[in-house]
């Protein structure tokens, strides 16, 4: 049975930094990433990144936001500093399956106060 597990939400100030997790199991999967959605707002992608090690950011926090995953562990992970209170959301970890099949963890709140 496929599980995503997140952790290392909640709040921080503008400006610091956070690092969310996703620990999977039940398969390996080649892509993985985060989305996140915010109050009222649909939900939009963050970051991916493939087994390979290739990525992929939104353009709302390339610079500022670092996906990486440890293949062994099966986790992903989401650096993020220099946090604005516009990241402000709950976030979800994602990952594709066999058949393009998609995989949701349940979310961690990351609350950025100004």
């Known amino acids: 049975q496929v599980q995503l597990v997140e952790s290392g939400g909640g709040l921080v100030e503008a400006g610091g930094s956070l690092r969310v997790s996703c620990a999977a199991s039940?398969?390996?999967?080649?892509?993985m990433g985060w989305f996140r959605q915010a109050p009222g707002k649909q939900r939009e992608l963050v970051a991916t990144?493939?087994?390979?090690?290739?990525?992929n950011y939104a353009d709302s926090v390339k610079g500022r936001f670092t996906i990486s995953r440890d293949n062994a562990k099966n986790t992903v992970y989401l650096q993020m500093n220099s946090l604005e209170p516009e990241d402000t959301a709950v976030y979800y970890c994602n990952a594709i399956g066999a058949y393009g099949v998609n995989y949701w963890g349940k979310g961690t709140l990351v609350t950025v106060s100004s």
């Open positions: 039940g398969s390996i999967f080649r892509i």
């Open positions: 990144i493939t087994t390979g090690g290739s990525t």
